[in-house]
């Protein structure tokens, strides 16, 4: 695992950008695994500043992404699928029709897990799957457990997730309480891992990832087990380790 410290959030955006504009010029057809939240959105950004001027080109890669809420509309703001739509796809030039997320929406999730799992695999599995983390240690929606959950699967989300994703809604009732995950294994079985941490309030949570013992209560630590792990954190995030 390597881990790198960048002075700020910019630097942490540009470097995780970088690395992503590497995998896709050494591999133009490669399959990208995305990640929501906050902390991803900088990187889109050098992303799609750097597709405009030509210097990557996304035509050929597919994507899949990590997660999405149940019971909501992809036209609704708050789902992922929006949020991808916006932040990136709309901004490049990749095919909408190679980008993949779970459907929140199916009427029967095992059945839409399943699929999920068929669709990752037809695609050859993931070249480099991004990642940021949760305040709990939770990588996609898989959040502290018993045991780390295998496959894509439907999760109850926990109150300190709620809480925390409610910063993004107007209310916390509007915050959905189930989504649809791509499970540990799944995650783990991509060639590739980058996982980006930003801000003060990742510093506690970044280190016990890093340093405890792998641990289905900290979920994101099973990343110390995945032979190529690299981790970009800002200063304020790398400032415990
Ligand atoms: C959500 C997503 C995660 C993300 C986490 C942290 O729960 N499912 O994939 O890593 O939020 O988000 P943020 O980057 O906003 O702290």
Known sequence: MRV?????????????????????????????????????????????????????????????????????????????????????????NIDKRNTYLPDGQAKDCNEECDAYEKTIGSLGGVDLQLLGIGNNGHIGFNEPAEVFPKKTHRIKLTESTIEANSRLFEKKEEVPRYALTMGIQTIMKAKKILLIVSGKGKAKILKKVLECDVDPKVPASILQLHPDVTVIADAAAGEEL
């Open 4 to 92: 790198i410290k960048t002075k700020n959030y910019e630097q942490m955006s540009k470097k995780a950008a970088s690395f992503i504009m590497a995998q896709v010029i050494s591999k133009p057809d490669c399959v990208l695994g995305f990640a929501t939240g906050t902390t991803p959105i900088g990187t889109y950004d050098f992303l799609a500043e750097w597709n405009g001027e030509g210097i990557v080109d996304f035509s050929r890669v597919k994507t899949v992404n990590l997660d999405e809420y149940c019971g909501i509309s992809s036209e609704n703001p708050h789902s992922y699928r929006y949020f991808m739509d916006k932040n990136l796809f709309e901004r490049i």
